[in-house]
């Protein structure tokens, strides 16, 4: 996998602006090959805010890569919660991004240094991306992941992520990680079928202590502690959504072989 230094490019990520350019796309699939000249001059946004929303759009599941489409995730978002105030829709596009490898700033800090650190702030997070040295340039680095890292920060404290209340500011450099949140089940459902499919292709089932705490995971991600975990899989597994086995040396969950991340997704909007 080929990792990618910069998401935001030091542009904020906007919903707002996110949502037009999705009503946008869903209505003009008649030109595939729209410029991000001409589409910026339609949107009233300059060429380099449509790039950067246009990579923001792949980052986040919504828009197929390399086409002016919407994939899967975005038809249903975008026919559900065009405007992305659904919690449901904010839980699961958060896992979505911070737990892709590629983006490597954004998953590090939720996978690595906010589940090291109690604070966090730019300067100590530096550290963490040293061996990227080789990949990409020191002088790419230092100027380039200080941007991402503020952009992350804007990202869960001031855009549509803060009604999250995941992250928060402590001070003018410093954030913190919240521990009173609570993540839907089904959010959490969607995560661990998605978890499967990016990082344990074919597995029919997966064990309960690394869905709680490997890379990626999603306790990992949504910082949830495996007891948490564990009880949301029961109710899960008692609602039928999944099959909890926990006897004998068996301790994992079954994942039902006729479902997909999507088919949950489209539930979270039955309600």
């Known amino acids: 996998m080929k990792l990618k230094l910069q998401l935001s490019a030091g542009y904020y990520l906007r919903f707002d602006h996110i949502a037009k350019l999705i009503s946008y796309i869903s209505k003009k699939t008649d030109n595939p090959k729209l410029s991000n000249n001409l589409l910026a001059e339609k949107m009233g946004m300059s060429a380099k805010m449509i790039d950067n929303l246009l990579s923001y759009s792949v980052a986040l599941g919504l828009k197929k890569k390399r086409k002016f489409k919407l994939d ?34 954004w998953n590090r800090l939720i996978n690595i240094i906010f589940y090291k650190e109690n604070k966090v702030t730019t300067k100590m997070a530096i550290p ?20 991402e890292i503020n952009s992350f920060f804007n990202a869960y404290t001031e855009q549509n992520f803060c009604r999250l209340e995941y992250i928060k ?53 949504f910082h949830i502690s495996e007891y948490q975990l564990r009880l949301t899989l029961e109710r899960l597994h008692a609602g039928r959504y999944i099959s909890v086995e926990s006897r004998a040396n068996l301790d994992q969950i079954r994942f039902l072989s006729n479902k997909r991340w999507v088919d949950i997704i489209k539930l979270f909007y039955e309600d």
């Open 72 to 105: 899967e995730l975005g038809k249903i978002i975008y026919k559900n919660d065009p405007f992305f105030l659904n919690q449901k829709t904010l839980w699961f596009l958060h896992y979505f991004l911070t737990s892709n490898k590629e983006y490597v700033v």
């Open 128 to 147: 963490y991306f040293r061996d990227l040295i080789g990949q990409f340039t020191e002088k790419s680095i230092k100027k380039n992941i200080p941007k």
């Open 169 to 221: 500011k402590i001070s003018n450099y410093s954030y913190n990680m919240k521990n009173d949140f609570k993540v839907p089940d089904l959010c959490i459902l969607a995560s661990c079928y998605l978890y499967r499919d990016r990082y344990a292709s074919g597995a029919t089932a997966l064990e309960i202590p690394d869905l709680s705490k490997d890379e990626n995971s999603p306790g990992r991600v």
